[in-house]
């Protein structure tokens, strides 16, 4: 089957929300094949540890794909130790010029719980304004979710949940079954 002619897998959300010397990176279970539901518990959202430095990065894209990338990370972030911007403008420097990286698909919300940043394939390494981002499927209705809920006296984690709550509700591609982890300062 051709890739054009291949229906696509859809099926995450992920958000990182900053509040309060928090960070909480929230991931949904849902991985879809087209119009059919493959897996509702996936883990989308995990924690590193290179060279003893604490990361949680959440990935949207292809499973196999987003594992080279966090391996990647992690060598970058032993070469760099307690550098997280920097790894992961290198990191998305190797994905944009490299011919082998250049065709994975996949996008990475990381942090060290003073950094909240999103890596693209673009060479991107975006720091969010308002101390919320989401990527994938659902990524808008939980970033528009969390960004309302942001002056309210939630904290970061309760944000992060009720945001995908919300996005599970109106994006087909996204369910509640949630891995949540939280870093502070």
């Given at each position: ?109 990381v942090t060290d719980g003073k950094e909240l940043l999103v890596i693209t ?6 720091e969010p304004e308002h101390d919320v981002t989401a990527i994938g499927s ?48």
């Amino acid at each position: 089957m051709a890739k054009e002619e291949f229906p696509g897998w859809h099926g995450t959300t992920i958000i990182g929300v900053r509040k309060s010397g928090r960070v909480v990176i929230a991931g949904d279970g849902q991985v879809s094949l087209g119009q059919t539901v493959i897996k509702g518990t996936a883990r989308k959202v995990r924690r590193l540890s290179p060279g003893g430095m604490d990361v949680v990065a959440g990935f949207a894209g292809s499973t196999a794909d987003a594992f080279t990338l966090l391996e990647r990370l992690e060598k970058k972030l032993e070469a760099m130790p307690g550098q997280l911007a920097r790894a992961s403008v290198e990191l998305a420097k190797d994905w944009r010029t490299d011919k082998y990286l250049q065709k994975l698909e996949a996008m990475l919300i990381v942090t060290d719980g003073k950094e909240l940043l999103v890596i693209t394939g673009a060479g991107d390494v975006l720091e969010p304004e308002h101390d919320v981002t989401a990527i994938g499927s659902g990524g808008n209705y939980a970033l528009a979710a969390g960004r309302a809920l942001m002056d309210s006296d939630f904290d970061a984690e309760t944000i992060a949940r009720r945001a995908m709550a919300i996005a599970a509700d109106i994006c087909v591609y996204t369910n509640g079954n949630l891995t949540v982890e939280s870093i502070a300062k």
